[in-house]
Protein backbone atom coordinates (compact mmCIF):
# COMPACT_ATOMS: atom_id res chain seq x y z
CA UNK A 1 0.00 0.00 0.00
CA UNK A 2 0.85 3.82 -0.78
CA UNK A 3 2.61 5.72 2.29
CA UNK A 4 -0.48 7.74 3.70
CA UNK A 5 -3.12 6.03 2.36
CA UNK A 6 -4.34 2.79 3.15
CA UNK A 7 -7.25 0.67 2.09
CA UNK A 8 -6.81 -2.13 4.89
CA UNK A 9 -9.30 -4.53 6.25
CA UNK A 10 -8.39 -7.85 7.79
CA UNK A 11 -8.50 -9.58 11.13
CA UNK A 12 -6.74 -7.97 14.49
CA UNK A 13 -3.96 -9.39 16.24
CA UNK A 14 -4.41 -12.34 18.06
CA UNK A 15 -8.31 -13.55 15.84
CA UNK A 16 -8.38 -16.04 13.87
CA UNK A 17 -9.63 -15.28 10.40
CA UNK A 18 -12.84 -17.34 9.71
CA UNK A 19 -12.42 -15.97 6.08
CA UNK A 20 -12.56 -18.93 3.22
CA UNK A 21 -10.06 -18.27 0.32
CA UNK A 22 -12.74 -17.04 -2.16
CA UNK A 23 -13.68 -14.66 0.27
CA UNK A 24 -10.07 -13.48 1.11
CA UNK A 25 -9.22 -13.21 -2.72
CA UNK A 26 -12.25 -10.95 -3.09
CA UNK A 27 -10.76 -8.53 -0.06
CA UNK A 28 -7.04 -8.64 -1.60
CA UNK A 29 -8.71 -7.66 -5.29
CA UNK A 30 -10.02 -4.54 -3.88
CA UNK A 31 -7.15 -3.83 -1.98
CA UNK A 32 -5.23 -4.42 -4.88
CA UNK A 33 -7.72 -2.45 -6.95
CA UNK A 34 -7.37 0.52 -4.37
CA UNK A 35 -3.67 0.89 -4.31
CA UNK A 36 -3.17 0.41 -8.19
CA UNK A 37 -5.58 3.48 -8.70
CA UNK A 38 -3.59 5.49 -5.46
CA UNK A 39 -0.19 4.41 -7.03
CA UNK A 40 -0.96 4.14 -10.64
CA UNK A 41 1.21 1.20 -10.66
CA UNK A 42 0.24 -1.89 -13.37
CA UNK A 43 -1.86 -5.06 -12.76
CA UNK A 44 1.43 -7.45 -12.93
CA UNK A 45 2.80 -5.52 -10.60
CA UNK A 46 -0.39 -5.66 -8.03
CA UNK A 47 -0.52 -9.30 -8.79
CA UNK A 48 3.61 -9.78 -7.71
CA UNK A 49 3.10 -7.35 -4.83
CA UNK A 50 0.18 -8.64 -3.17
CA UNK A 51 0.86 -12.64 -3.41
CA UNK A 52 4.44 -12.18 -2.36
CA UNK A 53 3.82 -9.40 0.37
CA UNK A 54 0.39 -9.49 1.63
CA UNK A 55 -2.13 -11.98 1.16
CA UNK A 56 -1.88 -14.57 4.04
CA UNK A 57 0.31 -12.30 5.84
CA UNK A 58 0.14 -10.06 9.10
CA UNK A 59 1.11 -6.96 8.75
CA UNK A 60 1.10 -4.05 11.45
CA UNK A 61 -1.38 -6.23 13.46
CA UNK A 62 -3.64 -6.38 10.94
CA UNK A 63 -4.16 -10.10 9.58
CA UNK A 64 -4.96 -10.46 6.06
CA UNK A 65 -6.05 -13.79 5.05
CA UNK A 66 -5.42 -16.91 2.38
CA UNK A 67 -7.04 -16.53 -1.18
CA UNK A 68 -7.75 -18.40 -3.82
CA UNK A 69 -4.56 -17.62 -6.26
CA UNK A 70 -6.21 -18.50 -9.08
CA UNK A 71 -9.25 -16.64 -8.38
CA UNK A 72 -7.45 -13.85 -7.23
CA UNK A 73 -5.90 -13.22 -10.62
CA UNK A 74 -8.34 -13.85 -12.22
CA UNK A 75 -10.69 -11.04 -10.66
CA UNK A 76 -8.07 -8.82 -10.43
CA UNK A 77 -7.12 -9.16 -13.92
CA UNK A 78 -10.78 -9.05 -15.42
CA UNK A 79 -11.71 -5.66 -13.07
CA UNK A 80 -8.75 -4.33 -15.44
CA UNK A 81 -9.27 -5.89 -18.87
CA UNK A 82 -13.19 -5.23 -18.71
CA UNK A 83 -13.32 -2.00 -16.76
CA UNK A 84 -14.94 0.13 -20.21
CA UNK A 85 -17.49 -2.55 -20.54
CA UNK A 86 -17.89 -2.70 -16.28
CA UNK A 87 -17.73 1.05 -15.87
CA UNK A 88 -21.04 2.22 -18.09
CA UNK A 89 -22.94 -0.93 -16.85
CA UNK A 90 -22.29 0.94 -13.06
CA UNK A 91 -22.89 4.18 -13.96
CA UNK A 92 -26.52 3.09 -14.84
CA UNK A 93 -27.22 1.18 -11.93
CA UNK A 94 -26.14 4.07 -9.58
CA UNK A 95 -28.67 7.06 -8.60
CA UNK A 96 -28.93 9.83 -11.42
CA UNK A 97 -26.32 12.30 -10.65
CA UNK A 98 -23.61 10.09 -8.92
CA UNK A 99 -21.98 9.11 -11.58
CA UNK A 100 -19.11 6.32 -11.20
CA UNK A 101 -15.94 8.73 -10.89
CA UNK A 102 -17.68 10.07 -8.09
CA UNK A 103 -17.85 7.69 -6.16
CA UNK A 104 -14.84 6.94 -2.82
CA UNK A 105 -11.96 4.88 -4.62
CA UNK A 106 -12.47 1.93 -2.27
CA UNK A 107 -16.02 1.70 -3.11
CA UNK A 108 -15.70 2.19 -6.19
CA UNK A 109 -12.81 -1.05 -6.33
CA UNK A 110 -15.79 -2.75 -4.46
CA UNK A 111 -18.63 -2.15 -7.13
CA UNK A 112 -16.03 -2.99 -10.06
CA UNK A 113 -14.96 -6.09 -8.46
CA UNK A 114 -18.51 -7.39 -7.71
CA UNK A 115 -19.40 -6.03 -11.15
CA UNK A 116 -17.05 -8.29 -12.81
CA UNK A 117 -18.33 -11.19 -11.03
CA UNK A 118 -22.19 -10.68 -12.25
CA UNK A 119 -21.11 -9.79 -15.90
CA UNK A 120 -18.03 -12.39 -16.25
CA UNK A 121 -18.23 -14.84 -13.98
CA UNK A 122 -21.57 -16.93 -14.61
CA UNK A 123 -19.87 -19.66 -12.55
CA UNK A 124 -20.84 -17.47 -9.38
CA UNK A 125 -24.41 -17.52 -8.29
CA UNK A 126 -25.38 -13.70 -8.40
CA UNK A 127 -26.95 -13.72 -5.18
CA UNK A 128 -23.77 -15.48 -3.67
CA UNK A 129 -21.49 -12.64 -5.06
CA UNK A 130 -23.88 -9.70 -4.31
CA UNK A 131 -22.90 -11.27 -0.65
CA UNK A 132 -20.01 -11.35 -0.80
CA UNK A 133 -19.41 -8.22 -1.76
CA UNK A 134 -21.57 -6.73 0.56
CA UNK A 135 -19.51 -8.56 3.35
CA UNK A 136 -16.23 -7.01 1.86
CA UNK A 137 -17.92 -3.95 2.05
CA UNK A 138 -18.32 -4.02 5.76
CA UNK A 139 -14.81 -4.38 6.65
CA UNK A 140 -14.12 -1.34 5.39
CA UNK A 141 -17.27 0.79 6.23
CA UNK A 142 -19.93 1.01 9.08
CA UNK A 143 -22.31 3.33 7.75
CA UNK A 144 -24.59 3.14 4.58
CA UNK A 145 -22.11 2.04 2.24
CA UNK A 146 -23.25 -1.58 2.60
CA UNK A 147 -26.47 -1.11 1.54
CA UNK A 148 -25.38 1.17 -1.72
CA UNK A 149 -23.13 -1.70 -2.81
CA UNK A 150 -26.38 -4.16 -2.16
CA UNK A 151 -28.35 -1.94 -3.86
CA UNK A 152 -26.04 -1.06 -7.13
CA UNK A 153 -25.35 -4.65 -7.67
CA UNK A 154 -28.86 -6.16 -7.18
CA UNK A 155 -29.66 -3.27 -10.17
CA UNK A 156 -26.78 -4.42 -12.01
CA UNK A 157 -27.46 -8.51 -11.94
CA UNK A 158 -31.31 -7.89 -12.50
CA UNK A 159 -29.57 -6.41 -16.16
CA UNK A 160 -26.91 -8.80 -16.68
CA UNK A 161 -28.66 -12.17 -14.96
CA UNK A 162 -32.38 -11.37 -14.60
CA UNK A 163 -33.29 -15.51 -14.54
CA UNK A 164 -30.88 -15.62 -11.52
CA UNK A 165 -32.15 -12.24 -9.33
CA UNK A 166 -36.08 -11.90 -10.95
CA UNK A 167 -38.60 -11.69 -8.18
CA UNK A 168 -40.77 -14.04 -10.57
CA UNK A 169 -41.77 -17.54 -9.82
CA UNK A 170 -39.79 -20.19 -10.84
CA UNK A 171 -36.81 -17.81 -11.14
CA UNK A 172 -33.78 -19.60 -10.23
CA UNK A 173 -32.36 -18.94 -6.77
CA UNK A 174 -28.28 -18.74 -6.63
Do not use: C
Amino acid sequence: MVEGQTAQAGVQEGKSPAINPRSGARLAVVQALYDMDISGKGVLDALAEFEAHWIGREIDGIVHPPAETAFFRDLLRGVVDEQRAIDPQLDAALSQGWPLRRIETVLRAILRAGAYELMFRPDVPARAAISQYVDVTHSFYNADEPGLVNAVLDRLARQVRPDEVSDKPGAKRG
